[in-house]
């Protein structure tokens, strides 16, 4: 049967860390909570890097447009699940005495509450990754006609549609089109090209993007400050890159770092040095010194550089990323120079990477990312991965010598 979960054992310190404003530290029983579920936004305001979907729902809750179908798409970790969280609680809060939908759910009347607990019985969570058959479609479509229990609406969600069956999706039509005017629908999936388009019709659809690098620096940055942790500038930002867009992943990542840090007077303090061990990432300079001695054709330089950093334990695939990655902002910055006062660049690696620009053209750019890019499969297949970015390094080595396209 397709129900609300029941109340389970961190809820009360959830409640109780609501009321003062905070998020709990640690459930009922004693047990850690990561940092991507203590600082889950339970407001539209908390939502990072979504200001169009903040603004379209706001305006149409205050306009009363609301939509009776929502389908929310985007890479993993940008919210889609949190927006329709917060979107069910925003139509069913009954906090303050309000009598309609509100686009600032207070999180203290019950409903709030038992929405973010998981436990509202008119608040259906379905994950169509282990419910993908048209029976368990056939049954949700059985509880449309009734309506809700005690909430104002009654709102199914249902994460990784994609994954449902054709025949579910066909079931699922008649009812998606008109459904009973207290019934919604929000659907969230990481795969919009799976989702048939008779589907998508019925919808309103936000697209999520991923989440930029200075909003992520931001959000990490204040979260180690409430986490007691202080953070380097360089270690944040190898982190960001690392979560490319997703605030989940980088979320992990910085519990992580945080868990691995030592103590310095008293206080977490997470290095850079720690962080690229932790990620098996070479120092972006050295990464450069490498690029830089392999494009020019001075071989003993570069294999004893790429020796040096194998050694010093960097994953050989991560060398390679970053090398591509020198390779797309070198060619960038070429023909938009102002690209490098982007936030992703520290200013050492700005320094180098506009006088490596200089010295460098298109054409060999081009070559470059494309030995590298062929060589990015070749590493990720080979027995020793070492042995396979020392082929591909040779390789880039080769053709310095050789005339450009």
Known sequence: MIGAAMLD????TEQAADAAGRAPDKSADGHYRVLARKYRPGTFAELIGQDTLVRTLTNAIGSGRLAHAFILTGVRGVGKTTTARILARALNCVG?????????????????????ADRHVDVL??????????????????????APVSARYKVYIIDEVHML????????????EEPPPHTKFIFATTEIRKVPVTVLSRCQRFDLPRVSHAELVRHFSGICEKEGAVAEPDAITMITRAADGSVRDG????????????????????????????LGLADRALVMDLFDAAVTGNAPATLDRLEAMIRAGADPLVILQDMLDITHGLTRLILVPA???????????RARATA???????????????????????????????????MVIIRLIHSAGLPTP
């Open 9 to 12: 054992t961190d809820t009360q």
């Open 96 to 116: 303050e005495g309000r009598t309609g939908p509100t686009a600032d759910p207070c999180g203290v009347c019950e409903p709030c509450r038992a929405i973010a």
């Open 125 to 146: 969570e379905m994950d169509a990754a282990s419910r993908t058959g048209v029976d368990d479609i056939r049954e949700l479509i059985d509880g449309v006609r009734y």
């Open 165 to 176: 069956s054709k025949n579910a999706f066909n079931a699922l039509l008649k009812t998606l």
């Open 251 to 278: 979320l992990s990542l910085l519990d992580q770092a945080i868990a691995l840090a030592g103590l310095t007077e008293g206080r977490l303090e997470v290095t850079a040095e720690s962080v690229r061990g932790m």
């Open 339 to 349: 690209a490098a006062e982007g936030p992703e660049l520290s200013e050492v690696e």
């Open 356 to 390: 490596l620009a200089g010295q460098l053209s298109v054409p060999l750019l081009t070559r470059t990312w494309q030995v590298l890019l062929k060589g990015l499969g070749e590493v990720q297949a080979a027995p020793r991965p070492e042995a396979a970015l020392e």
